[in-house]
């Protein structure tokens, strides 16, 4: 299929019509409530519900929360579980309209017992329900529940690990995306970089990229379903690195808390340009400014706490110092080929200083480690 480059721009979060709905429950609770009997643990690789009695229940929100779904927009659920009870193994799900915990109706599907290992389960929501009403449910989703597998004992745990929420005759389009990060500014050690984002449930090395041609642009190619909204970050390791991005870059959520890139799934295969770890640009643009003749300057020490020096064969007439994000930091007129400079006041961190003589500029790169 054909490839275009692609510039990001900014976007509002839309969830896209009839798209998956999915609970990963790895590292959390995914914003889900006790339902009553139990209590829910976010755990490494599934969320633990602890037991109090066999009607131990859990629910996708409180009271006030609302899918703004309808029951006619899917057909199927999936569920990933792990029941280690010898009980009788059936569980429940429920469907809630919004604000009421009173279930519309409920279907109930076989679990295995005595597991060691996660199993996954599937209910069509177009067969008619266990309890409740004698057709399928379509009218509006507020919430889901869950009921523990029948049998389990007081203190007795069962794993719930996913849950999707799908339409299996919804045709969806997609697209391959390639996203790349260079990482030649990054001044924390890694080994391999990563995509996290909304479409793999932020689960950390789920998307690892690759350096094939060892120029240090890291890629990886995603196949997303087109028109979809995501949101999504780079980081290293399993999150062990993540980088900082700007709120005010064109190409974020502006969410100055959790600041995360936006992109809205183009209809064809896409190659976005490589853009520079914390920023919306390349790296060669962070600064904006272009290298020429002047190469002769020293800047020492680096990394430095207190005072840069700078030294250079011919008159330096003025120099700026931009962060990671080319915002300009400080900025002066010197005229003179030896100087210092202040920086006992900056954070720690990646600098860029741009020196300017009467007939060519130049920049490099200096680290503050107070």
Same mark, same amino acid.
């Given at each position: 299929?054909?490839?275009?480059?692609?510039?990001?721009?900014?976007?509002?979060?839309?969830?896209?019509?009839?798209?998956?709905?999915?609970?990963?429950?790895?590292?959390?609770?995914?914003?889900?409530?006790?339902?009553?009997?139990?209590?829910?643990?976010?755990?490494?690789?599934?969320?633990?519900?602890?037991?109090?009695?066999?009607?131990?229940?859990?629910?996708?929100?409180?009271?006030?929360?609302?899918?703004?779904?309808?029951?006619?927009?899917?057909?199927?659920?999936?569920?990933?579980?792990?029941?280690?009870?010898?009980?009788?193994?059936?569980?429940?799900?429920?469907?809630?309209?919004?604000? /009421?915990? *009173?279930? &519309?109706?409920?279907?109930?599907?076989?679990?295995?017992?005595?597991?060691?290992?996660? =199993?996954?389960? %599937? #209910?069509?929501?177009?067969?008619?329900?266990?309890?409740?009403?004698?057709?399928?449910?379509?009218?509006?989703?507020?919430?889901?529940?869950?009921?523990?597998?029948?049998?389990?004992?007081?203190?007795?745990?069962?794993?719930?690990?996913?849950?999707?929420?799908?339409?299996?005759?919804?045709?969806?389009?997609?697209?391959?995306?390639?996203?790349?990060?260079?990482?030649?500014?990054?001044?924390?050690?890694?080994?391999?970089?990563?995509?996290?984002?909304?479409?793999?449930?932020?689960?950390?090395?789920?998307?690892?990229?690759?350096?094939?041609?060892?120029?240090?642009?890291?890629?990886?190619?995603?196949?997303?379903?087109?028109?979809?909204?995501?949101?999504?970050?780079?980081?290293?390791?399993?999150?062990?690195?993540?980088?900082?991005?700007?709120? /005010?870059? *064109?190409? &974020?959520?502006?969410?100055?808390?959790?600041?995360?890139?936006?992109?809205?799934?183009? =209809?064809?295969? %896409? #190659?976005?340009?490589?853009?520079?770890?914390?920023?919306?640009?390349?790296?060669?643009?962070?600064?904006?400014?272009?290298?020429?003749?002047?190469?002769?300057?020293?800047?020492?020490?680096?990394?430095?706490?207190?005072?840069?020096?700078?030294?250079?064969?011919?008159?330096?007439?003025?120099?700026?110092?931009?962060?990671?994000?080319?915002?300009?930091?400080?900025?002066?007129?010197?005229?003179?080929?030896?100087?210092?400079?202040?920086?006992?006041?900056?954070?720690?961190?990646?600098?860029?200083?741009?020196?300017?003589?009467?007939?060519?500029?130049?920049?490099?790169?200096?680290?503050?480690?107070?």
């Amino acid at each position: 299929m054909k490839k275009f480059y692609l510039v990001l721009i900014c976007f509002t979060y839309i969830t896209s019509f009839n798209s998956q709905i999915i609970y990963n429950w790895q590292n959390s609770t995914e914003g889900w409530v006790i339902g009553g009997d139990c209590n829910l643990t976010a755990q490494t690789d599934a969320m633990a519900m602890r037991l109090f009695s066999s009607n131990a229940l859990m629910r996708s929100g409180n009271l006030s929360a609302n899918l703004g779904v309808n029951g006619s927009d899917y057909n199927s659920v999936e569920i990933t579980v792990k029941n280690p009870t010898s009980g009788s193994g059936v569980a429940r799900l429920f469907i809630y309209p919004p604000g /009421t915990n *009173s279930d &519309t109706c409920y279907y109930t599907f076989p679990v295995d017992t005595a597991m060691s290992g996660f =199993s996954t389960y %599937t #209910i069509s929501l177009d067969s008619m329900p266990s309890g409740g009403l004698s057709s399928p449910y379509d009218g509006p989703i507020g919430r889901f529940g869950l009921r523990a597998p029948w049998g389990g004992m007081n203190f007795d745990t069962i794993f719930w690990k996913k849950m999707v929420i799908s339409n299996t005759n919804q045709v969806i389009d997609s697209s391959e995306v390639t996203f790349r990060v260079d990482m030649n500014q990054v001044t924390d050690s890694f080994t391999n970089p990563e995509v996290n984002s909304t479409f793999n449930s932020w689960c950390g090395n789920c998307n690892a990229m690759s350096d094939s041609d060892g120029d240090n642009i890291w890629d990886v190619t995603v196949s997303l379903p087109t028109g979809d909204t995501i949101e999504y970050k780079f980081s290293a390791d399993s999150w062990s690195i993540q980088e900082t991005n700007d709120p /005010t870059g *064109s190409c &974020t959520n502006g969410d100055p808390n959790y600041t995360n890139r936006v992109l809205v799934i183009p =209809s064809n295969d %896409t #190659i976005l340009t490589d853009v520079c770890w914390g920023s919306c640009d390349s790296c060669s643009s962070v600064i904006g400014i272009e290298n020429d003749e002047l190469n002769s300057f020293r800047i020492y020490p680096n990394p430095s706490s207190n005072f840069l020096n700078i030294s250079s064969n011919v008159e330096i007439s003025n120099f700026i110092i931009f962060n990671l994000f080319g915002k300009v930091i400080l900025q002066d007129s010197v005229n003179t080929a030896l100087f210092k400079i202040n920086v006992s006041t900056f954070s720690n961190g990646p600098y860029f200083i741009y020196l300017k003589d009467l007939k060519s500029s130049t920049f490099k790169k200096f680290i503050i480690n107070n």
